[in-house]
């Protein structure tokens, strides 16, 4: 059974950083990533992806705030949020698929799911 456990998550005032962090054994091998989130009472939605020769993409909200990478040594794909505002506030998810891809905005593809760390940002 594979998992993927996220950290990093946690209370910011509007203005401050988060690194989120997702681990996982799969990153042992060649995989495409992405994050979601989901605030309270809206659908999940995609903040930001990267493909198996770390191409980025962005949703236009995060854009210029916030950087996805991918630490093969140490398996693990980070989320680094700065310049966070109140509408940040979801519940944030890894997601991952096992080979090559594009940039992936759609959460279907992705059949490895993180629990979900949250991310509040206060005004």
């Known amino acids: 059974q594979v998992h993927l456990v996220e950290s990093g998550g946690g209370s910011v005032q509007a203005g401050g950083s988060l690194r989120l962090s997702c681990a996982a054994s799969i990153f042992s091998q060649t995989y495409c990533a992405g994050w979601f989130r989901q605030a309270a009472g809206k659908q999940r939605e995609w903040v930001s992806s990267?493909?198996?020769?770390?191409?980025?993409g962005y949703t236009d909200s995060v854009k210029g705030r916030f950087t996805i990478s991918k630490d093969n040594a140490k398996n693990t794909l980070y989320l680094q949020m700065n310049n966070l505002k109140p509408e940040d506030t979801a519940l944030y998810y890894c997601?991952?698929?096992?080979?090559?891809?594009?940039?992936?905005?759609?959460?279907?593809?992705?059949?490895?799911w993180g629990q979900g760390t949250q991310v509040t940002v206060s005004s």
């Open positions: 997601a991952a698929l096992v080979g090559g891809c594009g940039i992936i905005s759609s959460p279907s593809p992705y059949n490895y």
């Open positions: 990267i493909t198996h020769n770390s191409k980025t």
